[in-house]
């Protein structure tokens, strides 16, 4: 996927027919549920990096809750976009273009506390994962937690993922640098209707509210069946 492309309001095509759109189906204009219940949680430690920030929303809102944050993306125009919105809001935030396979530039001294990945680990396919997991780990502090937010397998197999999202294939990408402490299905907010969903993916079409692949929230937002995990650096 064309990220900068994404963040430039281009169209691009989603998916193997060549379905074109210029939604940010991962937008919210606000932090991701997940994340806010992360923080309420005690589950955020400082220094933050998250990785593959987009518009910055989860790293300004935990800037706002006081927490040294530094948030990269592989796309220009994201960054650009939420230095905006950091410099508007008055919030500190370090965001930086990078690359997760190889993090060059994204340091603090004595590493990183908590690292927060919102829906990229599912963009990589798996020798990128596997330099992305060990670069967290050369940039992150002994007992440092990471928390992902990822496709579930049977989404990914659907929306054709560059790699195996399922359980088994995730718990052996983590295992030597990380230990896997929760790994439970969650629902993660799009910024999508189902209708929208429906154009961006037409295999799915048709599927009632309640199928297991997706359900909307109160506020018409199509919900999609996530992994949530939380692993600590071994």
């Not at 993306?73 to 919105?85: F, L, N, W, Y």
């Not at 680990?121 to 967290?136: N, T």
Request: net charge negative; proline share 6%.
């Amino acid at each position: 996927m064309d990220f900068e492309a994404v963040y430039q309001g281009r169209e691009i095509a989603y998916g193997a027919d060549d379905r074109r759109s210029d939604l940010i189906p991962w937008r919210l204009d606000a932090p991701q549920p997940l994340v806010v219940e992360l923080e309420a949680a005690g589950d955020i430690a400082g220094p933050v990096l998250e990785c593959g920030c987009g518009l910055g929303d989860n790293a300004l809102f935990l800037a706002g809750r006081g927490y040294e944050v530094t948030a990269f993306d592989a796309a220009p125009s994201a960054i650009e976009r939420s230095r905006a919105k950091a410099t508007a809001a008055g919030t500190p935030v370090t965001f930086t273009v990078a690359d997760a396979t190889e993090l060059r530039g994204v340091a603090v001294p004595g590493g990183f506390r908590t690292v927060v990945d919102s829906a990229m680990l599912h963009c990589l396919d798996a020798d990128q994962r596997q330099a992305y997991l060990a670069g967290l780990r050369r940039v992150c502090a002994p007992g440092a937690k990471l928390h992902v937010l990822c496709f579930r397998g049977e989404l990914a197999d659907r929306l054709g993922m560059p790699a195996d999202m399922g359980e088994r294939g995730l718990r052996e990408a983590f295992a030597g640098a990380w230990t896997i402490r929760r790994m439970e299905p969650r629902r993660y907010t799009t910024g999508l209707t189902l209708q929208e969903w429906q154009k961006l993916t037409p295999e799915v079409s048709g599927v009632p509210e309640q199928d297991d692949t997706v359900t909307v929230d109160r506020e018409g937002r199509i919900l999609l069946p996530f992994w949530q995990i939380t692993a600590e650096l071994a």
